[in-house]
């Protein structure tokens, strides 16, 4: 008997769509959570295992798991680990664990692209472009190099993963790769595709209103409320906020954390794994624990969301070099302007605070620590109309200070109050 426990996710079902390939009713596939996997290992290694193959993927296991693998591998069983999460590169110690994160040509890789060519070197699958272009959507998707390359497609087929169950999900896909030489959605999935694409973005800007901002550590947090689409949010909040270090999105019923950061400089691994969990650089996960419960949901719980930027504007638009004006919830105004390409100003109540090197750090600055928005035509129209008054004013205080100067004989100058 072939065994396979994988992931529950789009990457890890796609292992078992080759598998299912590969072996038909030979195969015995467990689709795992990540909680989920180590109980069913610690229970199928109980077993006699001595005719089976055994193979983990886009998972990996803990510390008593690990030992229990590694005493089964040297008692001549059969199992290979394949992964493709940083977290996991430790398993590459032992002769069963086979972890790559990046292909030698700067390619990620994702379980499934690893699986299948594992499979392809074993001999027991055979290689088809349907199944070539399946598994790069698949990796793709997983590797998150869809949303470089638009890769739509790769995004659909997840969108389809989600909108099936697995055991559908599983049953369409090895079909369609068995019977057709490329790899594409019938009519009936791409309306429903069509249909689950206007719904994601409704969800996104509803839970953009709710988004909300803190620091927490050194970082600039967006904190949201969400039980599904993680991946979208994370990416379209993230980039409607480039000011934000990361995304996390919390989900209080499940007790689940995800982490999402569009920057490269940011590592969302690290602060997942601070909470006792995992994953990418740019998408990782934890459970919410106390601690973060605090951190996430408590504290922030009073704040009021992120406003949005002003987006019907034909005045008060960004980068103007005639200045961008931002308010906040205090009500303090903020303009940002150029006085030239290298050298823009950030004004608080019309008092300078910093000059910055481009536009960008300009708002970045503002928007992090003063949680401003974009303010609207009619206040930019109003705060100029105000400015040019003021600069009358000024002018006409200036001419006044003339006026005095060139009536008094001596060189005192008398100011008025
Ligand atoms: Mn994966």
Redesign the pocket.
């Known amino acids: 008997m072939y065994r396979l426990y994988t ?1 529950n ?1 789009l ?2 079902v796609s292992c078992g769509i080759l598998g299912r390939l590969a072996f038909g009713r030979e195969i015995d596939i467990r689709y795992n959570s990540v909680q989920g996997l180590d109980l069913q290992i610690a229970r199928v290694l109980e077993r006699d295992l001595s005719e089976d193959e055994l193979w983990i993927t ?1 998972l990996s296991v803990n510390k008593e798991n690990e030992a229990r693998l590694d005493a089964f591998y040297q008692n001549q069983g059969k199992i290979t680990l394949l ?3 940083k977290t996991a590169l430790h398993f590459n110690d032992y002769k069963w664990g086979q972890i790559t994160v990046e292909y030698e040509d700067g390619r990620l890789a ?3 692209s690893l699986y299948y060519e594992h499979l392809l070197e074993r001999g027991f699958i055979k290689r088809s472009d349907a199944v070539d272009e399946f598994v790069e959507l698949v990796r793709q998707w ?1 590797t998150w190099e869809w949303d470089k390359n638009q890769t739509m497609d790769a995004k659909r087929l997840n969108d389809l993963f989600f909108m099936l169950s697995i055991d559908e999900f599983e049953e369409r896909m090895v079909k369609r790769l068995q019977e057709n030489e490329h790899f594409a959605f019938d009519e009936f999935e791409q309306k429903l595709l069509e249909m689950e694409e206007t719904k994601i973005e409704r969800y996104i800007r509803r839970k953009r209103r709710e988004l909300v901002q803190t620091f927490i550590g050194d970082y600039c947090v967006g904190i949201v409320h969400a039980e599904s689409y993680h991946s979208e949010l994370g990416n379209d909040l993230g980039k409607d906020s480039p000011h934000l270090d990361y995304i996390a999105i919390l989900n209080v019923g499940s007790k689940k954390m995800s982490f999402r950061t569009i920057h490269d400089d940011i590592d969302v691994s690290d602060i997942a794994g601070y909470y006792g969990g995992g994953g990418h650089a740019k998408a990782a996960g934890s459970t919410l624990t106390e601690e973060a419960y605090d951190s996430f949901v408590a504290k922030p719980f009073t704040i009021e969301p992120l406003r949005l930027d002003a987006f019907r504007n034909h005045y008060n638009l960004k980068h103007s070099k005639n200045g961008s004006l931002y308010i906040n919830h205090e009500d303090h105004h903020f303009f940002i302007y150029p006085v030239d390409e290298e050298e823009w100003v950030l004004e608080q109540n019309d008092e300078q605070i910093q000059t910055f090197g481009s536009f960008e750090e300009a708002e970045r600055e503002l928007k992090r620590n003063h949680l401003a928005w974009l303010a609207r035509d009619e206040r930019y129209v109003q705060f100029i109309a105000q400015n040019v008054i003021r600069r009358k004013q000024l002018n006409a205080y200036a001419n006044s200070l003339t006026f005095i100067r060139d009536n008094t004989s001596d060189t005192e100058q008398t100011f008025p109050h």
């Open positions: 992931h996710d990457d890890g886009d992964d493709h999460h994702a379980a499934t997983d």
